[in-house]
């Protein structure tokens, strides 16, 4: 499912296009803006969203063997939840 099949289910659930598409694009930018400033956001039952800070390293080209620096970065992560797990699991 990519984002417009996810803005054409909400319109089935009784929305109009105009305002799922508002609302998954709401959505969206919540979880960025809040993941860029550090914040974590938690749906219960669903699962978190955060952010994992990967220490620098240094990695190998596998075609010349040389070193690389591989600077220090932060990723997102998502966990998810219990319920979300069972829902899967079932």
Do not use: W, Y
């Not at 669903?46 to 190998?60: D, I, L, M, N, Y």
């Not at 080209?61 to 992560?77: C, D, F, H, Y």
């Amino acid at each position: 499912m990519n984002k417009t099949d996810l803005i054409s289910k909400l319109a089935e659930s009784g929305l109009k296009k105009a305002d799922a598409e508002l609302a998954v694009n709401s959505l969206v930018n919540i979880v960025t803006d809040a993941l860029a400033n550090g914040d974590k956001l938690q749906l219960v039952g669903f699962g978190t969203f955060s952010v994992k800070e990967r220490p620098a390293r240094v990695a190998r080209n596998l075609q010349t063997g040389k070193e690389i620096k591989v600077p220090a970065s932060k990723a997102p992560v998502f966990k998810a939840g219990k319920a979300l797990k069972d829902a899967v699991n079932k």
